[in-house]
Each structure stands twice: as structure tokens, then as C-alpha cells.
T-cell receptor, first 113, second 113 residues
Framework: DTAVSQTPKYLVTQMGNDKSIKCEQN?????MYWYKQDSKKFLKIMFS???????INETVPNRFSPKSPDKAHLNLHINSLELGDSAVYFC????????????FGPGTRLTVT | GQNIDQPTEMTATEGAIVQINCTYQ??????LFWYQQHAGEAPTFLSY????GLEEKGRFSSFLSRSKGYSYLLLKELQMKDSASYLC??????????????FGSGTRLQVQP
């Protein structure tokens, strides 16, 4: 009965490769997000999707491309990986009502060598 | 822009009370959140304040003063499992459709026996 799930949990790859991270939520939420947490544990928004529509695209290199096939899924594809992309990537989803508190997935630790 | 400040580290004793402060400067205000993050895990939602005052939830309470741009998280009857990072976050004020959170750098709390 996992609420927000991500795959893979760990991803080790070489510079220049292309990789994808998948996210799924079964909470019935209409908004999903990608956050990046760097080595200093600073958590920063990358993208936000509301009902499959891109709402937020912060200053993120265009090597990063989110894709939302439906409300329950938000995937992140990264082209031409660089060393600086190494981080933990969290997917999250939020409620439609109330405080819009966000529920986070377990994270994907990406290591680029 | 938005700026959020919180202490980097705090230490407290099991059974005691600890207060973690957060100050913020934002161009608007649309709600403040506290999240707990254990090492290697996802952030989990603790509390939400949008109006001034104290919100109590079991051993955890959160306070907000919008005029002062100030919030605190109060943890009572500390337990060893409360050792974690505590993240203060504000919701993007630009419009209600933008529900992303801007996080502070987090306060790492160490509970000692």
C-alpha cells in the first residue's frame, strides 16, 4: 500500500549516459513534483505537474525532462549526465484540499562517475 | 525571492523539550510546513501553519507569527528516534496553482541519552 514509490532506489552511471527515474503515487493526488537534494541536504524544487500539465520548471538544465503520462505518474529523464547531477532525487505529490501537504517518495540516489 | 533561515544543528537530551526556530522572508505568504527527515529517508510531513498561533499534534507543536516572519517547532518528551533533520518550508506564494515548497537547509537534531 505504498503511497509514493520511485524506481530505482539507487542508480550508478557514467558521465554522458542517459537515465530515467520513475515515480508513481496511489493517493489520488492531482499534483506531482520532482525535488533534488544535494550533498548539503538542501532540498530544491525542480518541476511541478498539475493534472499532467507542467506548472513549474525552475532553473534546471534542459538535459532534465519530466514526463507525466497520467495523473499518477511523473517520470524524470536525464540526458548526458554530469558529475554535478549526483544527488538524491525525490518525487512528491500533494493533496487538492487543505494545506496541500506533500508526500514524498523514498528517493533515488543518483551517482555519476 | 524567498529566504529561510534555521539553525544548522541542535543537541538535546532524551525526555527534554527542544524548540527549533525558523525565520523567513518572502514576497508573500501561503503557508509554512515542517518536515522530519531521518538520514537516508524521505521527508515526512509534521505540521502546517497558515494562520498565527500554535498548532499542537501530540508531542509536536508548531507556532507561526506572520508579522514577524517566524515559526518554531516544539518537540516535547524527546525520544532517541527524534534524532533527525527538521526542515522548515514555505509554499510558493505566487499563485494557488504553484504548490511547490521552498525549503530551508534543515536543522539536524541529535538526541542524547
Amino acid at each position: 500500500d505504498t503511497a509514493v514509490s520511485q524506481t530505482p532506489k539507487y542508480l550508478v552511471t557514467q558521465m554522458g549516459n542517459d537515465k530515467s527515474i520513475k515515480c508513481e503515487q496511489n493517493l489520488g493526488h492531482d499534483t506531482m513534483y520532482w525535488y533534488k537534494q544535494d550533498s548539503k541536504k538542501f532540498l530544491k524544487i525542480m518541476f511541478s505537474y498539475n493534472n499532467k500539465e507542467l506548472i513549474i520548471n525552475e532553473t534546471v538544465p534542459n538535459r532534465f525532462s519530466p514526463k507525466s503520462p497520467d495523473k499518477a505518474h511523473l517520470n524524470l529523464h536525464i540526458n548526458s549526465l554530469e558529475l554535478g547531477d549526483s544527488a538524491v532525487y525525490f518525487c512528491a505529490s500533494s493533496t487538492r484540499t487543505g494545506g496541500y501537504e506533500q508526500y514524498f517518495g523514498p528517493g533515488t540516489r543518483l551517482t555519476v562517475t | 525571492g524567498q529566504n529561510i533561515d534555521q539553525p544548522t544543528e541542535m543537541t538535546a537530551t532524551e525526555g527534554a523539550i527542544v524548540q527549533i526556530n525558523c525565520t523567513y522572508q518572502t514576497s508573500g505568504f501561503n503557508g509554512l510546513f515542517w518536515y522530519q527527515q531521518h538520514a537516508g529517508e524521505a521527508p515526512t510531513f509534521l505540521s502546517y501553519n497558515v494562520l498565527d498561533g500554535l498548532e499542537e499534534k501530540g508531542r509536536f507543536s508548531s507556532f507561526l507569527s506572520r508579522s514577524k516572519g517566524y515559526s518554531y517547532l516544539l518537540l516535547k518528551e524527546l525520544q532517541m528516534k527524534d534524532s533527525a533533520s527538521y526542515l522548515c518550508a514555505v509554499r510558493d506564494p505566487r499563485d494557488t496553482g504553484r504548490r511547490a515548497l521552498t525549503f530551508g537547509s534543515g536543522t539536524r537534531l541529535q538526541v542524547q541519552p
